[in-house]
Structures are given as C-alpha cells and as structure tokens.
C-alpha cells in the first residue's frame, strides 16, 4: 500500500514504489521485527535522489524523511510528519545551501549530528538539498560519515544526476540510487486543479510553460508578477532589431533577474538581521552593552557574507528561469519549421513562434538555441551574468 504522504510526488511511480517499501522496511526494523529477506534489501543507509530541475528531489527527499518518522508509515497528518515536512522535527536536520556552495563547516556539524541517536526513538534523519554544490572538503568530510554510518542514522542527498560532476562517484557508490523523471504536463496540471484549485485551462496552460517543474508550473498558475516577467521574457526576440537593442534586452533581463532575487531575500534578510541584533544586545542599555553592540561587528559582518552569497545564488536562479523560458520559444520555432507534431510550450505565443519559423532558418533557430543552452553553462561556470547574457543576446541577434 502506497503512504498517502507519497501523493506529493507527481508522475512518479517507480520512486513511489521504492520509497514505500523502504518505509515498511524501516518501520519492521524499529518495532524489532525480523524482516524478510526483500526487506532487508529494502532499505539502506544513505539514499541519492536525481531528476531535472523541477522533478521533485527535495520533495521527494523531504516526503521520505517524513515517512520514516511517522509511526503510521507516512500519513501525512500527524505531528511526526508534519514537523518533519516543515523542518522542526528533533530528529531531521536541513542542509539548504543558500549560496553558490556547501562549506566545510557545515557540513563537519551535520556529519557530527549524525553521531547522535535519534531522540524519539525512530530513525536521525540528515537531508542535504543540492549535493552538487558541496565543495571538495566538504565532499570528503560527508564521505567519512557515510562510509561508517551510525545506527538508525540515513542521509538523503540530491543531486542532478549521478555524474561525477554532480556528485563523487565514491559517495555514489554508498548511496542507492532514486532517479526522478520530469513529469508529465498532463500530470501537472491535475495536480494543479485537483489540489491547488486552479481551473482546468490555466492549470493545463501553466504545466506546459513549466516545462515540466512543478513548482514554477504552481507560481505560474497563482502569481500575476509570475505571468508579467515570463511575458517580458518572451518579448525579448521581437525586441532584438540591432546591436544597441541587444545590449538593451540583456540589461533589462539581468535587472529584473536582480530585482526578483532581492525582492525574495528582502523580507528574510531583515528578520535574520533584526534577530541577530537584539541576540547580541542592540537597543541595552544596561553597563555591557555598548561593549557587546562594539564585539558584534565580526558576526553581523559574517551574515551580511552569507546574505550575499544567498542573493547572488537567487539571481542566478532567477535568471535561469528566465532563459528556460527563452528557450522554450525557440523551441517552439523549431517545431513549427519541421511542421512537428508536438504541443507548444508556449501556446499563447504559438503564432509569433510560427511567423519567425517562416522568417529564420533552422539552422539559424538552432543556434539561437544553443546560444541560449551556452549561456546557462557559462553562468554556471561563475562567468559573470552580464557579460554571459550580452554574449548571448548578440547571437540570437545574428541567428
């Protein structure tokens, strides 16, 4: 029988099915149950979840810790699971690298939490969000814990795919594999009606402009500023007639990409700094304080670092979104150049995406694409976002 908690997960059966014999399995070794030999093989140690952007690896990583946790092998509706899905429960610790990378740092203090027992009885949970960033001394430092796990201890990591880019092939090796498939539009978009109330056309709509990741197909759906900024996106090849105008259209995509990433960590960044500072004393007026206020430079200066860092990954997150979308155009004017059989991923722009099939050749649409993939990689390589994206736009202006 399948946890009603795994319902989260969209057009993933396969995982399902593996994740909840892993929760029978684990749930038979803490009652003190023999299991049989399937269930001995059932679960294990250390856990690696792959899929494309949108797939579902945090949820399903977070799903699977809540399952775990919960004495009726995944609910979804008791304090257990509830806690553990929103990163208060005792025994379920969060790695979510809010930068460009995982320190060592951070992770030396989750290999030495995963030293402890878990404190209710079950099983100490340690999830790491985007073990692809984790640096090299951070990698080995998760390694060692890993390789010698303690008892009732699992690490759920996630990660892209199982190449050594993303992950060492020595972790891999300790780990049993969860690949994630991008799900179906059509998946989506029930989802989006049946759960989130999003009438049929706008769900279906929404679903194919994610291209297939759940969470922008959600924002999509239920954010107008959502809809406002892909439509600027989507206007940027109409808006490339010239040199000038193709330096124009990448200042405009990197500012709004600033704009929406500072608008995201504002509100995050103020109540971290405000806490900070009445922690350390601001507003005392007692005899230590202006001796403490004078001491707390060097932390308020180390959060300001890690704000940073985490406003810089929301850019680039930002931005990515952006030439997915951009790419999805393309996309489209190539299908229509080829009279290919295939829904559009922007369907209320289908008919611009036609008009330039009929202008540009394939080739040309072709290396408009590429252009766009480069960019991605580049700014993935920390090549700076304007320089990468003028580049880019100059080549979807010569096709």
């Known amino acids: 029988m399948t946890p009603p908690i795994f319902e989260e997960l969209v057009g993933q059966a396969d995982a399902v099915a593996t994740l909840s014999r892993a929760v029978a399995a684990a749930d038979a070794i803490v009652r003190g149950d023999e299991p049989d030999a399937a269930g001995q093989q059932a679960m294990t140690h250390a856990w690696l979840f792959t899929g ?57 203090a989750l290999v030495l939490r995963a030293a402890s027992a878990p404190t209710q009885g079950r099983w100490q949970v340690l999830l790491v969000e985007d073990a692809d960033r984790l640096t090299e001394a951070a990698g080995n430092a998760l390694l060692k814990a890993v390789e010698e796990p303690p008892a009732r201890t699992v690490f759920l990591l996630c990660t892209p795919s199982t190449h050594p880019d993303d992950i060492s092939v020595t972790i891999r090796s300790r780990c049993r594999v969860v690949p994630l498939r991008q799900p179906p539009a059509e998946a989506i978009a029930s989802v989006l009606h049946r759960r989130d109330g999003v009438d049929p056309e706008t769900a279906a709509w929404a679903a194919a402009a994610s291209q297939g990741h759940v969470g922008r197909a959600r924002r999509l759906a239920r954010d107008p500023q959502a809809r406002s900024r892909r439509d600027a996106v989507l206007a940027v090849p109409r ?24 608008a995201s960590v504002a509100e995050v960044d103020t109540k971290e700094r405000s806490a900070l500072e009445t922690a350390l004393g601001a507003g005392g007026t007692g005899k230590g304080a ?30 990515d979104r952006a030439l997915v979308d951009l790419a999805g155009f393309y996309r489209d004017v190539i299908a229509h150049s080829f009279k290919a059989d295939v829904a559009p991923v922007h369907g209320d722009v289908d008919e611009l995406a036609g008009a330039a099939a009929e202008k540009w050749s394939p080739e040309s649409t072709l290396r408009r694409l590429e252009a766009i993939l480069e960019c991605r990689v580049a700014i993935e390589a920390n090549v700076k976002p304007r320089i990468a994206v003028e580049a880019m736009m100059l080549s979807l202006w010569r096709g």
Request: hydrophobic share 40%; net charge positive; glycine share 12%.
């Open 290 to 319: 202006a001796g403490a206020v004078r001491g707390s430079a060097g932390q308020l200066k180390e959060l300001e670092r890690r704000q940073k860092s985490r406003a810089t990954r929301a850019q680039r997150d930002s931005l």
């Open 239 to 262: 808006r490339l007639t010239g040199i000038g105008a193709a330096f124009d259209a990448a200042s405009a995509l990197i500012e709004a990409a600033e704009a929406e990433a500072a």
């Open 52 to 108: 494309p952007p949108g797939s579902g690896r945090s949820v399903a990583a977070r799903t699977f810790a809540a399952a775990l946790q919960c004495p009726n092998g995944g609910c979804g509706t008791c304090r257990a699971c509830h806690t553990a899905l929103t990163g208060t429960h005792a025994d379920v610790r969060f790695v979510v690298p809010e930068g460009l990378s995982i320190a060592v740092g951070e992770m030396r």
